[in-house]
């Protein structure tokens, strides 16, 4: 949101192939951030993710195609954005901060279908997913 590219994101989203079946922004509350990030939660850099992640609303999308899982993670490269791969969305959107101990993308994608079943209870109603 911050950098104006939303429109850029997901065009690449749609040359991929991928179906936009789900389309909302968000403000995402700290229990959302905690449960969402349960698993960095630990970790020092988190204070960071939870500030980053909720000083702004953000833009939560359920995407299908075949093989999507896999094809995402190809279009968005390694989750270190300065080690991403030339032409990736994180290489190329991606950022780090002065003072930041981690990197700034500007997307998250499940790694797994039972990871995306659970992202997708989270942040979306039933209603809000279309089948076309």
Known sequence: MQKKICGKVLARFEDAGFKIIGCKMIK????????HY????????YPEVEKFMSSTPVIGMVLEGEGIIEK???????TDC???????????????????????????????????AEEIERFFKEEEIFAY
């Open 28 to 35: 995402l509350d700290l229990d959302t951030l905690r449960e």
């Open 38 to 45: 349960a698993h960095i939660a630990e970790f020092p850099f």
């Open 82 to 116: 300065l080690e991403a791969a030339p032409g990736t969305i994180r290489a190329e959107f991606g950022s780090k901060e002065e003072g930041d101990s981690k990197m700034r993308n500007v997307v998250h994608a499940s790694d797994s279908e039972e990871a995306a």
């Open 72 to 78: 995402m993670r190809e279009n968005l490269g390694v």
